[in-house]
T-cell receptor
Framework: NAGVTQTPKFRILKIGQSMTLQCTQD?????MYWYRQDPGMGLKLIYY???????DKGEVPNGYNVSRSTTEDFPLRLELAAPSQTSVYFC????????????FGPGTRLTVL | KQEVTQIPAALSVPEGENLVLNCSFT??????LQWFRQDPGKGLTSLLL?????REQTSGRLNASLDKSSGRSTLYIAASQPGDSATYLC????????????FGKGTTLSVSS
């Protein structure tokens, strides 16, 4: 199993541009998550999904959108990139919530100039 | 608000020392606690997962303990090596925080040879 994969690894955007960060998991997990990590800070939850067609906001959802059309994929969309969205983005998945472990992808490093 | 705190923020030790990293959390009602390792510019590697019903978990030279009543966890690293140099993150899944892991800011460990 590849686990959780993310593309791209790195990206530089100009202010106002849009992009989609891709996330795929092959563990048949129901729950998927997007976190962001700013320098010197802990990770914060942006959005999560409990299954195909169901998503909900996390702690820092402004400026982002998500969709979940399949169990495997959970893309994160930035519509109008801003410098405040410069961060490292991690996708994660778990079988269910509660006691189940979350597995993380390798991250996407995004810079908005 | 549920919070996770890690002290110290940075730690330097000579090779061979045994060391303890600390994690404290504000609410004893938790599902589980995970310790991660993060190398510079890299993703998160899960080290140990402790469920709320457990007191400790061990993996090789690593031992993590959990004391829910006092809101504390420790990560013990035996016979430290330069390859252990990394940032160690503690993350807690609180019962009332929905599905999110709440992360501490991490302890950056440097082991000198």
């Amino acid at each position: 199993n590849a686990g959780v994969t993310q593309t791209p690894k790195f990206r530089i955007l100009k202010i106002g541009q849009s992009m989609t960060l891709q996330c795929t998991q092959d563990m048949n997990h129901n729950y998927m998550y997007w976190y962001r990590q700013d320098p010197g800070m802990g990770l914060k939850l942006i959005y999560y999904s409990v299954g195909a067609g169901i998503t909900d906001k996390g702690e820092v959802p402004n400026g982002y959108n998500v969709s979940r059309s399949t169990t495997e994929d959970f893309p994160l969309r930035l519509e109008l990139a801003a410098p405040s969205q410069t961060s490292v983005y991690f996708c994660a998945s778990s079988y269910l919530a509660g006691v189940y472990e979350q597995f993380f992808g390798p991250g996407t490093r995004l810079t908005v100039l | 608000k549920q919070e996770v705190t890690q002290i110290p923020a940075a730690l330097s030790v000579p090779e061979g020392e045994n060391l303890v990293l600390n994690c404290s959390f504000t609410d004893s009602a938790i599902y589980n606690l995970q310790w991660f390792r993060q190398d510079p510019g890299k993703g998160l590697t899960s080290l140990l997962l402790i469920q709320s019903s457990q007191r400790e978990q061990t993996s090789g030279r690593l031992n993590a303990s959990l004391d829910k009543s006092s809101g504390r966890s420790t990560l013990y690293i035996a016979a430290s090596q330069p390859g252990d140099s990394a940032t160690y993150l503690c993350a807690v899944k609180f019962n009332q925080a929905g599905t999110a892991l709440i992360f501490g800011k991490g302890t950056t460990l440097s082991v000198s040879s």
